[in-house]
């Protein structure tokens, strides 16, 4: 079980990583799920070690999360592809 919670710790260390250095609407919401799977997996994987149900049920509910997230991060990649034809974005850049 420990090696569950190692992978799930280097699935959130990626994602972190992703989100830090990409510059890309799509990138960012690809680690944010990344994390948000590290996340099921460490819920999921407590669960079994304490023989409990109840991280197996936040991870329903991360899941829903995810999907909700997936949702709006489409319509903002569409909000933002029409206003400036990339889906880059700059924070130092103001226009």
């Given at each position: ?12 260390v ?5 989100i830090?250095?990409?510059q ?8 944010t ?16 070690i ?26 903002l ?19």
């Open positions: 079980m420990n090696n569950y919670l190692i992978l799930s710790f280097i699935l959130f990626i994602g972190i990583i992703g830090l250095k990409r890309n609407l799509i990138m960012f919401f690809i680690s799920e990344i994390m948000l799977n590290a996340a099921n997996l460490a819920f999921v994987s407590i669960s079994k304490h023989n409990d149900l109840n991280g197996q049920i936040f991870a329903i509910f991360i899941m829903a999360i995810a999907a909700c997230e997936i949702v709006v991060g489409l319509s990649c569409v909000i933002k592809f029409r206003q400036d034809k990339s889906l880059d974005f700059d924070l130092g850049e103001s226009k």
